[in-house]
């Protein structure tokens, strides 16, 4: 994911957010919980909290970070009704300001449209069935709970129907700037060879707006500014000024990447061109 400071003035701090935290994967079953999987490395109980979504996290006096119960992805074509599709969280983060609430939604998700309106089902049918908020009700209320009126940067995606879920997110959460992530893990050939994944070797293929159409055209149609990374610890600062590309020479020289531009590596195509936005999407 892009490094975002939540900007605040000078003599009041900046501060960086990035939110680590263990999903519910075993609920319900007799499967071993992420935080018993994590425990079982030997890391602390004690640093490791499940997550069912609705937490509140305050970092500082000044920001909060929502966990907001969310839908990662689903096949073109697929209506899940509320169980198919993988889980995930998002995560709406706040920084007070003197001048106003600043505001980030990232969420690694690509499951849009009628989609975001099922509440989930966990163990449907059996005893110990869970019915929890829609997607998009969960992000309303944490929306409301954070007592904002927009969500300033909404970072997301980028998978086959993000386009979907623009078209609902970006005019009901009022969002002024898109940031896709996870770009590049994906397995890429250069020249033939697969190159696999490194930070070292900066990041993979480009990201290319011409790849996502739809997307694209309805982020312009939207008035939200799209800014897409170019290689891995790119930087921006997030203020009341608005959202502003950040040096992060020194960041990037420890893992040998140039302070601006792709590289070191030679990029080669995405593996993924042309499925990334779902036909008629």
């Known amino acids: 994911m892009p490094q975002v400071l939540l900007q605040r003035p000078a003599d ?42 609705g937490e509140v996290i305050s970092l500082n006096e000044n920001t909060t970070v929502r966990v907001v119960r969310w839908l990662h992805s689903i096949d073109c074509g697929e209506v899940g009704a509320g169980t198919a599709g993988v889980e995930t969280f998002g995560f709406l983060i706040t920084t007070k300001t003197p001048d106003k609430v600043l505001s ?56 086959s129907n993000v386009v979907a879920q623009a078209r609902v997110i970006i005019p009901a959460f009022k969002v002024k700037y898109f940031q896709p992530h996870h770009l590049g893990t994906r397995a890429t050939k250069v020249d033939g060879n697969s190159v696999g994944f490194s930070l070292e070797y900066g990041l993979h293929f480009p990201y290319f707006e011409s790849e996502v159409p ?12 799209a800014y897409n990374p170019v290689n891995y610890f790119d930087a921006w600062s997030l203020s009341k000024d608005g959202f502003k590309s950040q040096d992060n020479a020194d960041v990037k020289a420890v893992y040998g990447l140039p302070a601006t531009g792709p590289g070191p590596g030679k990029q080669g195509p995405n593996p993924r061109a042309g499925q990334l936005e779902c036909t008629g999407a």
Do not use: H, M
């Not at 680590?20 to 609920?27: D, I, L, P, Q, V």
């Not at 990232?106 to 966990?122: C, K, M, N, T």
């Not at 739809?214 to 500014?225: F, I, P």
């Open 104 to 159: 980030v939604y990232a969420s690694d998700s690509g499951a849009g449209g009628q989609e975001l309106f099922y509440p989930r089902i966990v163990n449907k049918g059996l005893p110990n069935q869970v019915v929890y908020g829609s997607p998009f009700d969960n992000l309303s209320a944490a929306v409301k709970d954070a007592g904002i009126s927009n969500i300033d940067l909404w970072q997301g995606g980028p998978e």
């Open 214 to 225: 739809r997307l694209t055209d309805y982020l312009k149609s939207a008035n939200a500014v």
């Open 12 to 53: 009041q701090g900046v501060g960086a957010v990035a939110v680590t935290a263990c999903g519910s994967a075993g609920e319900g079953t007799s499967q071993p919980t992420e935080c018993q999987k994590v425990v079982a490395y030997g890391n602390p109980a004690a640093q490791c909290t499940t997550l069912k979504g």
